[in-house]
């Protein structure tokens, strides 16, 4: 089969690789009908989470149909259309049963803290993601879900991640009606977010960014503010001016890789290397939330250790609250939303891409060349 393959730092390919076999009797194996390529894949891309062998099929978010299933698996037909979220969990363990999927104790048991990831080096379990055409689901009973009939198969595949991802930002927010919500980053995560927030009851959404094309994109999308961070003289100075001074209600932090510069360097006077996550951005939120306000982090660290601004956290009562968004748990109402036209993800999609241009895809998306938001893979048919 025709599969992604991770060659080295900012050097991916299409290759030709075995088509995976049942290896448990709660196995699946999915036929893939379209991928992502999601800002989680660019840390990988970039060389910047340990483990990521050369070899690998990235791809956490997929949907596709299911071709064959081992002997226990209960819940799924061969033929069934399905969403497969990101996580790969067992459904069984202490974490999976209070609905933290994402911190799965099975499906990685290796790791301090994050579950299972498909796609994600060996850090994340080591499994093979599905940016090829056929991947293998383990605990297949647990999170594939059938895609309903009258569901465009172009929001189906956000579901896997970016759409629940932005929700549970907006959740851990603890969002109350009438709050002022910030959000830092505009990439599909940052924009689902932004419009999200809305749905919890926000009276301001206010997103922060500097590339224009995504401000624009989001002040339409998501009917909300945007502002360009290299515009203004302080980020943190401008979010207390507009707030009277009393700072945001909820700051989140979605942003990817650090795009700031030299904002932290000058706090710090260490210089920082590409990094993933945004020390910078975190810095930004705890600095200009309220008193007593929350800060929701959804963006994902590399360096587990990060430069945070601790004595603020403590001198204003902040409260974080951060993970990898559970997927299973949040399907039922995001469909639900869609149903109900509150939310419409595929709006964000810019690129569809034949996996066998996968290199040319993860370059624009990484550069953020052509005004790129979210690119989807199609594998050949
Ligand atoms: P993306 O790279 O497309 O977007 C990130 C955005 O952040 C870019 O538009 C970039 O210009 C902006 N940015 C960079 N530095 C900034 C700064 N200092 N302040 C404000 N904005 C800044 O990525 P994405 O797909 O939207 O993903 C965003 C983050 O969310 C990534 O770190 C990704 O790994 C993470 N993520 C987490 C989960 C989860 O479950 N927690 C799931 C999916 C993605
Ligand atoms: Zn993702």
């Not at 595929?346 to 550069?367: C, G, M, N, Q, W």
Request: charged content about 20%.
């Amino acid at each position: 089969m025709l599969a992604m393959n991770y060659r080295g730092p900012f050097r991916v390919r299409a290759a030709q690789k075995p088509i995976p076999e049942i290896l448990h009797p709660s196995d699946a194996i999915v036929r893939v009908t379209r991928s992502c390529i999601c800002g989680s894949d660019l840390h990988l891309y970039h060389g910047l989470v340990p483990d990521t062998r050369v070899g690998m099929t990235f791809g956490h978010e997929f949907i596709g149909v299911v071709e064959e299933i081992g002997s226990d698996v209960q819940n799924l037909k061969i033929g069934d259309n399905v969403i497969v979220p990101f996580n790969v969990a067992c459904g069984k363990c202490a974490f999976c049963k209070q609905g933290l999927f994402g911190n799965c104790h099975e499906s990685n048991p290796e790791a301090t803290a994050v579950g299972g990831i498909f796609g994600y080096s060996h850090t994340a379990g080591g499994y093979d993601g599905g940016q090829a055409e056929f991947v293998r689901v383990p605990y297949a009973d647990v999170g594939p879900t059938v895609i309903p009939d009258w569901m465009d198969h172009d929001d189906a595949v956000l579901l896997t991640d970016v759409v629940p991802t932005g929700y549970q930002a907006a959740e851990m927010g603890g969002i109350k009606q009438g709050d002022t919500v910030v959000v830092f980053g505009a990439g599909p995560v940052g924009i689902l977010a932004a419009k999200c927030a809305w749905l919890f009851g926000a009276g301001r959404v206010i997103v922060i960014d500097h590339l224009e094309y995504r401000l624009d994109f989001v002040r339409k999308y998501a009917q909300c503010e945007a502002y360009n961070f290299r515009s203004m003289k302080d980020p943190v100075l401008f979010i207390k001016q507009t707030t009277d001074w009393f700072g945001a209600d909820v700051c989140i932090d979605a942003v990817g890789g650090d795009a700031s510069g030299s904002a932290l360097q000058t706090i710090t006077g260490k210089k920082l290397l590409l990094q993933a996550g945004s020390a910078t951005a975190l810095h930004w939120a705890i600095n200009s939330v309220k008193k007593g306000g929350i800060v929701s982090i959804v963006g994902v660290y590399g360096p587990t250790d990060n430069l945070v601004p601790i004595g603020n956290v403590v001198n204003k009562g902040i409260t974080i609250r951060a993970n990898q968004a559970s997927v299973k748990r949040l399907l039922p109402r995001l469909i639900d939303h869609i149903q109900a036209g509150r939310l419409n993800p595929k709006e964000i999609i810019t690129h569809r891409v034949p996996l066998e241009e996968v290199a040319d895809a993860y370059h624009i998306f990484s550069a953020k060349l052509d005004n790129c938001i979210k690119p989807i893979l199609i594998p050949p048919s």
